[in-house]
């Protein structure tokens, strides 16, 4: 399991469910409305690479 956004843990399983599995995102605008990923304010923080 790869998390892909740290501020809300959002991790690659739950946006490919989203994408793949429920088929309700199609854009980075779904996504972030479904999962919140890339909404948040402190990855650079949260973030192990730091980036």
């Given amino acids: 399991m790869q998390v892909i956004c ?4 959002v991790t690659e399983e739950e946006i490919l469910q989203h994408v793949a599995g429920s ?5 980075l605008e779904d ?4 999962t919140g990923a890339n909404t948040g304010h ?8 730091g980036v």
């Fill in 6 to 9: 740290y501020c809300l843990n």
């Fill in 23 to 27: 088929k309700c995102c199609s854009t």
């Fill in 42 to 49: 402190e990855c650079s923080m949260k973030n192990p690479a």
């Fill in 31 to 34: 996504i972030q409305k479904h």
